[in-house]
């Protein structure tokens, strides 16, 4: 199974702040194009919050336009720029998500997916007028009660929020309210493979014992580096999506190219025979220097 990431597009309208900078409908865009391009198509993507940028009927629109054209299933989960309400609106509207997402009328928008070979399990951790995340006693007894659900199933978890401290002081806030609460539960759950999120705008990643948690930088606009205390920073450069190839319990983070034209070199050109590297190469063979031309 291949699952990709995009997180904090944070697609806006022209006139905004933000869109002086990035043309964040285009680049959000981009990223699906991206994933439709990949030698295999993914299987569902995550889109891990900040879907638009101030929460607006007409943010929503331009997200919807993108959408449309998204190659495969994907599964959203509100940030603390998003409205669950319009979120809920629009993705109900397409025939893009695959699941029956959760009316945030009746609570947070947390829900499971089980239709892959990865189980994928969405938590809230949005807090209503705030931008901080928390982890309620709810919120832990809900994922609990899910994760017990399905022992032997390997789950991935998605969110908004970053559950630890990543040195992005701007970001971090009190890191998010609750993750003593999240780690307790986690770590009863050893079929949990990854935890992956958003919000700070930046590739970052940590372990709970076993389990690797981490953050997908924006495929919109990036945040300066936190680590050693950087400065508080937006910058204009965008992130490929983030990959995860699992089979079995066997999980591989990687990422996709970055849209556009780059100079590259066809390893083809630089074997002398080539049909030889590659039957060796494929069947996990060691491979002679010889193989290469001079």
Known sequence: MLIAQISDPHVTTEGTVVRSLVDTPQRFADALATCAALP??????????????????????????????????????PG?????????????????????????RSGPFHYVVDDHPVRLVALDS?????HHGQVTEQSAAWLDATLTAAPERPTMLFMHH??????????????????????????????????????VHRATSTQWGHLTLSSAPSTAFLSGTGVGDGPPLIV????????????????????????GLRLSIDMRDLVQDWSTYE????????????????
Request: charged letters at 20%; hydrophobic letters at 45%.
């Open 236 to 259: 204009d450069q965008r992130a490929a999506p983030q990959l995860f190839a699992v089979d079995g319990d066997s999980l591989v983070a990687s990422e996709a190219d970055l849209p």
């Open 162 to 199: 970053v559950p630890y401290a990543t040195g992005a002081w701007w970001f971090d806030y009190s890191g998010i309210d609750g993750r003593d609460l999240l780690r307790e539960v986690l770590v009863r759950h050893p079929q949990v493979l990854r935890v992956v999120s958003g919000h």
């Open 126 to 130: 949005t807090v209503a007028g705030h």
């Open 80 to 104: 603390n720029h998003d409205d669950p309400l319009l979120l809920h609106a629009t993705f109900a509207a397409l025939d893009v998500c695959g699941a029956a997402l959760p009316d945030p």
């Open 279 to 294: 039957s060796v190469t494929r069947s996990r063979g060691p491979v002679s220097k010889d193989m290469f031309g001079g």
């Open 40 to 77: 295999k198509v993914p299987d569902v993507i995550l889109l891990t919050g900040d879907l638009v940028n101030d929460g607006t009927a007409e943010e929503y629109a331009l997200l919807a336009e993108a959408l449309a054209e998204a190659p495969c299933p994907v599964l959203p989960i």
